[in-house]
């Protein structure tokens, strides 16, 4: 059966379903990390001492890793640009630009949270490993959720291009909000965690 | 193909059919994506949760009315571990009790009230013909389905299931036996099972609503589960990275919530301080408010449904009901620190949660007035879902009121965990939504079933567990205002100052074992009536709404060409009209 | 696909060269904020000073990703409705808990 609005576009919304419903899960995880922020405020106000996120973490190595993410937005962006050109070889370009960066971010946290560990420096350790490991840890398993639906589309779900093109295009860029999102993420965590 | 900006209109029935083969057993009948296969998963697992949530109470109750007495026969199915000579020991009776909570709340109410009726009923009042996304509507029950085994599973495993109550308070959960994580991971699948679920309501409702179904025109069952979907969706993923937090303090020795200083039975721990036992209760809070909006606003929505068809009149004040409900589901997210009262908040704080938690009163009690004057005038049809209906309405004003002294702080301090909030909460959730959802179960069985439910069991069903409840629940008031604390396994039995209140406890769970009994009537017509029920056609009830314009029960798809609507929602009793109802899908 | 598809997308193929010259712009717009906000850590404000400055950078690289790469900019009213009131209860949960047990933390006891 047909759904209405999947593809096509409510007049009085001026949207489709998928938009719509990406956006709703967006808002629940602003409230999950917003959850994550929260319980950090409130141990590191009420901590009798609270180390500078550089005395204990590595700032080139992440400063590297949000570099990397950052990349991996715009070649995000740029491979549903691509679809909205009807560039399909662009796109997997593109797309497949943003699954080898998002490669490269969970490479380094392996390597960064392996150092770390060497060092015995773990999650019960103290509140501030223990905030810094959680906190990443999530953006991390969102990091590659996002890998996965993007591995996804830029694999066997390519096929819908070229039976519904316009959907295959709008799915693409709901996944982009996602990753995005996962970039927006890590934009306020890397100061917090890394810089302050 | 539909044009990019017009309605698309659904295609015949018989065109599908010839398009893809007919679904096997199990694509039809278990993983199913049509809203209807799903909201009657959801429903039936609710009501067996139910079942098993109240069996579990009842066992309670046996010690709580006679402290330290071999319950015979069924006490010797427990083992010596925790119930030795048939007597229960504290630990059981806190297992029985964090999953009594548990199981009613999230495994019994919510997926009957929201899983069941909300996607059996929304998609059909709306003139849809499925949910936005019926996959994800699937995976939403199967997450549930998961949750449940998980919950079940952990009474299994050593040591029992969760023991820290329903609210899992640290530091005593991070400390608790193996049960708990269980019950955190069970947690995450439920709130999984949620989130998806009220991302797939909201969508639905506004992008699928038929043509000329304005948002003032919606019935207020679903402007009731639109607002709910939207609590489920902002207030749970705090609650999610909660229990994620705990799980590392249980499993990777973080100190999120452990603070300094703990000591356990007369041993200091070692490792464990610096965390924040308070910000537990902060998050957990922040869900478990709106949660319990998510309890009552679905129960709000049948009832008002059922009022207006049985009093063959439109609901008075339809407006205000409609302000009131989305200004509630606004405050509930700002009121949740008045569970808190006890924990050390200065005045200023306390004053804020005081008023805002006074403010949502307002419109809790504009819909109550609204559904009570809707009944002044009316042609009133005292059927059986009708008669849960009117119940519901003095049993949520009790629930309601007795709440007001429990939201004022000063108040709050000799009420706070003892029996007077057992009371006040069992009133709105069990004579008062359960009511509402049985009050749905007898009205919508027509529709999902294509029978009538009997009435004279209905009858017998609705007055003996309207008499019990009141029996169950009212003495509450009385012990707790005595001052007796909830989650005494004895109820107070070793207090002198509750010795005078003790018999209540005998005349509480004699109530409970005899609302049982008044459950079996309700059983046997369920299941009875789907063979043997009175035969329906589509309008059973003469009701207003457009899942009334579809068979019943409705095929895959719900309608024979889309549905419109041309009016509001509750145009009984037209003058000039020929008869006492025009529906809202008919042309006129 | 139909024509009105067609179409559509071709004329998003015109606005879509100007939305790619927007992506790029934000790009270095992002990479200078962030050796920014990095160089500035090195000068160990005091923590006040410090979280204002870095929370600031941080809003404006994430309303740049959110208005330009999600498109915020020019989103359907009913979007920016969700969102306000989702950032509206993400603010409550900010600061209520630690207004509330934060022993003298912007309220007085």
Known sequence: MDIPYTVELRRDTGLNNGKIGIWLFLASEVMLFGALFASYILIRVGAPSWPRGDTVLDVPLATFNTIVLISSSVTMVMAWASLMRRRFETFRMYMGGTILLGLTFLVVKYFEYGHHLELGEFPSTNNFLAVYYTLTGLHMLHVFGGMVVNAYFWGPGAKLWKTNPVWFTNRVEHSGLFWHFVDLVWIFLFPTLYLL | MSSPTGVAPPKPHGAHEAHHEELGFWRKYVFSTDHKVIGIQYAVTGLLFLLFGFSLMMLMRWNLAYPGAALPIIGQLFGEARMPGGTMLPEFYNELGAMHGTIMVFLGVVPLAVGGFGNFVLPLQIGAPDMAFPKINMVSYWCLFLGGITMLGSFLVPGGAAQSGWTSYTPLSVIAGSGQTWWLIGMIFLITSSLLGALNFITTTIQLRAKGLTFMRFPFFVWAQFVTAFLLLLAFPPLEAAGVMQLMDRVAGTNFFMPSGLVVSGQALTNVGGGNTLLWQHLFWFLAHPEVYVLILPGMGIVAEIIANNTRKPLWGYRSMVYSIIFLGFMSFIVWAHHMFMTGMGTAMAAFFQTTTMIISIPSVVILTALVISLWGGSIRFNTPMLFALAFLPMFGIGGLTGLPLGLNISDIPLHDTYYVIAHFHYVVAPGTIFALMAGIYYWFPKATGRRMNETLGKVHFWGSLVCMNVVFMPMFITGLAGVSRRLFDAGSAYDFAQPTMHWNVVSSWGAWLLAVFQLPFIFNFFSSIRNGEKVGENPWQATTIEWSAPSPPPHGNFVGAPQAYRGPYEYSVPGAGKDFVPQYEAS | ?109
């Open chain 3, 1 to 109: 696909m139909t024509s009105d598809h067609a179409a559509e997308m071709s004329d998003h193929a015109v606005d879509i060269d100007k939305h790619v010259r927007v992506y790029i712009t934000v790009f270095v717009a992002l990479m200078v904020l962030t050796v920014i906000t990095v160089a500035i850590s090195y000068l160990h404000l005091s923590v006040p000073l410090a979280v204002t400055v870095a929370l600031l950078i941080a809003i404006v690289k994430g309303s740049l990703v959110a208005g330009y790469f999600m498109h915020l900019v020019s989103e359907k009213k009913l979007i920016y409705a969700v969102l306000v009131l989702t950032v509206a209860f993400f603010v409550a949960l900010l600061a209520l808990p630690v207004f509330t047990h934060s022993n003298g933390f912007w309220i007085p006891e």
